[in-house]
């Protein structure tokens, strides 16, 4: 045993006790911890949520920001614009979005987008609240089954989005006029739709408009339904005086459709999706019974046809029945003149009941042209003739009247001529031309110099004569006049009551009475006793004695001898 070996019952040296640390972790770390979790998590939820990108082409980045700028369907935010830079050839920019996971239908090839901002059109005004959250991306699904990447945007938001309910249709017209996208369609004056899409035709010849009308108003939209142009305002002057018609106010600013089914077709059916209809330049000529097969004419015209326009119309008997085609003239080396020619289309199905009435006397045959030929060299015997009148005296615009001239000159009617030719007559207003120009000459073989120089001639004279009739008769007229009011007064004086000479004339009346007396006393004594005048006057028949009057008259004794 060593020295320094312990006994063993010695106790053991107390070791000293080691207290344990615990891990303490600063409140400083919490922060940035706890960020990292949450980037983390959006990192994580960025990763979930990522969807497909796409390239929207646009002519201009005005409002749109990279990383700022928002995708949106209905409000709903679906994307958002990561990138925008120029094209290869600087035409236009490209802007890369990046949409939702849950947004993957906007891939489909038919999607539309568009940049939504401040627009004021004549539809309206649209997105004005962009004015302070700034413009936006809208964004259209579409229904395709293929898939895009590239799609070019919208320069203004489309009036009808995917999912509206509705039917569209193609109307077919020889132009637009001032119809344009979003212009509506309307059904009883009640807008229904709009217009959609509008592009040529195939050919060149005409326009062809997309319009979408809305549910339940599409069910309105027959097989027979009749289409025609409400841009504008209708104004017609007739019997009934001025009318003005319009479908609204919208309409004459940016132009608009109606529509209606006629009278005449009770069996017509809803129409199917995509249907295609004529489009009228009015309803008048909308909803006119259906015009059968037309029938082309000529018609020589010796006289001026200015005013005379394509599309002119052409009437029988004051009922329309066709339109003018051409206009063009042809040259008659016989006479050295320029004939006009014009071509016109009549509707003979337009004389309604009429025109049945001929057929069946024209005899049924198996040529229509040649019974029309036969109908027309009946009338033309007759004295039907072709005229050209005016239509509108402050236009100046014409017309082609056909109507019966009994007096019109026998003419030979070819009735083998292909086309069908029809006679014509100088238009009245071209007899009143040819009247007014005679009349114009007539004034001018007037000698009207000569007659304004005797005229003149004639006017020096009477200034003459009237200075010789105030220098001279005048003052001579004067003075006789002053002289005959003297010598009336002078009469006025004599013939007066207290004047002598009224006293001596009434002297003198009152003798001439009393002569007049006795002269008639006289008659009526000789016509009692004619015989006094032979054996003179006796005592019985003295006229003092006359008993033969109801009263005696004496006759004054006559003077001694």
């Known amino acids: 045993m060593s020295d320094n070996a312990l006994p063993p019952s010695a106790p053991e040296p107390a070791r000293p006790q080691v207290k344990a640390r615990k891990a303490r972790v600063s409140l400083v770390w919490l922060v940035p911890i706890l960020a990292g979790v949450i980037g983390l ?113 919208l320069e203004n938001p489309p009036p009808v989005t995917f999912g509206d309910k509705g039917k569209r249709f193609i109307l077919h017209t020889d132009d637009l006029g001032s119809l344009d996208i979003g212009s509506p369609i309307y059904f009883r004056r009640i807008q229904v739709g709009q217009v959609v899409a509008y592009e040529l035709a195939k050919d060149g010849k005409g326009v062809n408009i997309e319009i979408f009308v809305n549910s339940p108003n599409d069910q309105y939209v027959l097989t027979d339904s009749r289409f025609w142009n409400a841009s504008g305002v209708d104004v017609s002057l007739g019997a009934a005086g001025l009318k003005v018609s319009t479908q609204s106010l919208t309409s004459i600013i940016s132009g608009g459709i109606a529509f209606r089914e006629p009278k005449y077709s009770p069996d017509a059916k809803p129409a199917e999706p995509n249907a295609e209809f004529k489009l009228f330049e009015d309803q008048t000529t909308a909803l006119a019974p259906p015009d059968g097969e037309p029938k082309y004419i000529r018609m020589r015209f010796n006289q001026s046809l200015r005013g005379l326009v394509v599309n002119a119309p052409v009437d029988f008997l004051g009922v329309n029945i066709g339109r003018v085609v051409s206009v063009d003239l042809d040259y008659d080396a016989a006479s050295g003149t320029f004939p006009g020619v014009v071509g016109a289309v009549i509707y003979p199905q337009r004389l309604g009941a009429a025109n049945d009435k001929l057929k069946e006397q024209a005899g049924s045959g198996n040529d229509e042209e040649e019974q029309t030929s036969r109908i027309l060299g009946r009338f033309v015997e007759r004295g039907l003739r072709a005229q050209v009148r005016t239509g509108n005296l402050l236009t100046g615009q014409l017309y082609v009247a056909m109507d019966f001239d009994p007096k019109a000159p026998k003419i030979a009617y070819n009735a083998k001529a292909r086309p069908l030719e029809i006679p014509t007559v100088g238009g009245s207003f071209d007899k009143l031309q040819e009247q007014l120009q005679a009349f114009v000459d007539k004034l001018g073989k007037i000698p009207i110099d000569d007659l304004a120089k005797n005229l003149n001639g004639s006017l020096i004279e009477l200034q003459k004569t009237l200075k010789n009739v105030n220098g001279q008769v005048l003052p001579q007229m004067a003075g006789t006049l002053q002289q005959a009011q003297k010598t009336l007064g002078t009469a006025n004086d004599t013939l007066s009551d207290d004047s002598p000479a009224r006293q001596q004339l009434g002297q003198a009346l009152d003798e001439v009475q009393r002569t007049a007396r006795s002269v008639r006393v006289l008659t009526d004594f000789l016509s009692r006793h004619p015989e006094s005048l032979i054996r003179g006057r006796s005592g019985d028949a003295a006229p003092g004695s006359y008993k033969g009057s109801s009263s005696s008259r004496e006759i004054p004794p006559e003077p001694a001898q």
């Open 41 to 153: 998590s959006m990192v994580i939820h960025d990763f979930l949520n990522v969807g497909p990108k796409v390239v929207v082409s646009f002519l201009t980045a005005e409002g749109l920001e990279a990383k700022k700028t928002q995708v949106k369907y209905k409000n709903v935010v679906i994307g958002t614009v990561t990138d925008i830079e120029l094209s290869e050839d600087r035409t236009h920019v490209l802007a890369t979005i990046e949409l939702n996971q849950s947004a993957a239908p906007f891939t489909r090839a038919d999607s539309q987008y568009w940049v939504v901002r401040p627009r004021i059109g004549a539809h309206g005004v649209s997105g004005v609240d962009t004015l302070l959250s700034g413009a936006f991306i809208g964004a259209d699904a579409g229904s395709s089954d293929k898939t895009e990447r590239n799609f070019t945007g």
